[in-house]
């Protein structure tokens, strides 16, 4: 099975994303060390390749940011909250109720992405301002 | 993923994945939720509490503020209130209802020995505002070191919110205004075979244990019963929110569920 994360690799997004899996955190999940310390702040927008494993099915994921929306060996992904926080448009809560424009423009994306493509894209998206409930 | 229309809502194709509804209040780590997780350590071995049940309020409801008239009347000093400088802030709180919403602070603030916290104080002592991210430490150490047992305000059975989150990362017991926060998670746990929570209370809104709460905290037996047996709750409730989220993934496991459907066709 193969991932392809349209945001910016973090390893709490890894997390996030895929927890439940096996996988060698020390060597295979990235993270600041001593030879890239003064990058810490700096958005990674190289494409970062994880392999790991869930339930006997081997996953390859990659953290794509923009790029690889033509791939069509696997499942894209894409979170709008996540979208949100990378462009500085929410709080720290991730969520803004008054936001809907930009799902209107969110989901303008995915539909050029999928008539384009036909592509499987996974979406997303917290329903509510409180509930936190992931769709 | 099907072509998705322009309105809000997505009618085909959608599925709730409750391992990312858990995962999605620890990572990423916007408003500091994961440190609860590791304050558990610190809990474990505090004793120096104030009153044996309170009740925290930061942001004021109508539903809140029953509740607080009924514990006001009860009069008693091992059930106390908590009210935040959230209210009388002019950073965030500014609607329609504020009027009325700085008239119920003021009742709150009245009340005798009522826990009022400041969050704008001098240099150490100011918290910067009234914004998630400082919200959630004021409430870790400034609320889960008040007393032994915090009662929270979750309204709808049909969602969970950060506070009962936060009470069950950093192993805090805790009555819920509603059981069905409670029953929230049991779905979730029996979902994934774990075994449910057992809640030494039956009810549906927390008005209907007041009294049972009252007569036993003035019980020091049967209070500490009670005690051992809400931080039982909330251990197993850690123990298996864990467990879900380190063993299970409801995104992958649909996508295998749908591949295997579709190669027996």
């Known amino acids: 099975m193969i991932f392809y994360v349209h945001h910016y690799y973090t390893y709490e997004l890894f997390w996030y994303f895929f927890h439940g899996v096996a996988v060698d955190v020390k060597n295979d999940v990235p993270t600041w060390t001593y030879e890239n310390r003064y990058n810490k702040n700096i958005k990674i927008k190289e494409t970062i390749k994880i392999n790991c494993s869930y339930k006997n099915n081997d996953i390859t994921i990659y953290f794509v940011n923009e790029n690889d929306w033509d791939k069509d060996d696997g499942y894209h992904i894409f979170d709008y909250n996540i979208n949100l926080i990378e462009n500085n448009l929410v709080a720290d809560r991730g969520w803004n109720s008054i936001l809907n424009l930009e799902l209107k423009n969110t989901i303008n994306l995915l539909n050029s992405k999928y008539l384009k493509y036909k592509n499987n894209i996974i979406f997303f998206y917290i329903t509510g301002n409180l509930t936190l409930k992931q769709r | ?265």
């Open chain 2, 1 to 265: 993923m099907s072509f998705i229309d322009e309105s809000t809502f997505i009618h085909s194709n959608q599925f709730k994945s409750e391992t990312h509804v858990l995962s999605s209040f620890i990572f990423p780590d916007t408003i500091g939720l994961r440190e609860y997780y590791f304050f558990a350590d610190y809990l474990k071995y505090y004793k120096n509490y104030d009153c044996k049940i309170n009740f925290p309020i930061r942001r004021i409801v109508k539903e809140k503020n029953m509740l607080v008239r009924r514990i006001n009347k009860m009069n008693n000093d091992d059930i106390r209130v908590s009210v935040s400088s959230f209210t009388d802030s002019t950073q965030f709180e500014i609607d329609e209802n504020r009027k009325t919403k700085l008239e119920l602070l003021e009742e709150i603030k009245k009340i005798e020995k009522v826990n009022y916290i400041q969050k704008r104080g001098y240099n150490l002592d100011d918290w910067g505002g009234e914004w998630n991210d400082n919200n959630t430490k004021e409430f870790m150490w400034k609320l889960l070191t008040y007393s032994e047992v915090n009662i929270i305000p979750e309204f709808s059975k049909k969602r969970i919110d950060e506070k009962s989150v936060k009470h069950i990362l950093s192993a805090k017991p805790f009555i819920p205004y509603r059981l069905s926060t409670i029953e929230y998670y049991n779905s979730i746990f029996k979902m994934y075979n774990l075994e449910e929570i057992k809640f030494p209370f039956e009810y549906v809104y927390i008005f209907e244990i007041l009294e049972d709460l009252n007569k036993i905290t003035k019980d020091t037996k049967k209070w500490n019963i009670l005690k051992s047996q809400l931080q039982k709750c909330v251990d197993d409730m850690r123990y298996n929110f864990i467990e879900v989220i380190h063993n299970n993934n409801g995104m992958i496991d649909k996508l295998i569920e749908k591949n295997t459907n579709k190669s027996l066709l």
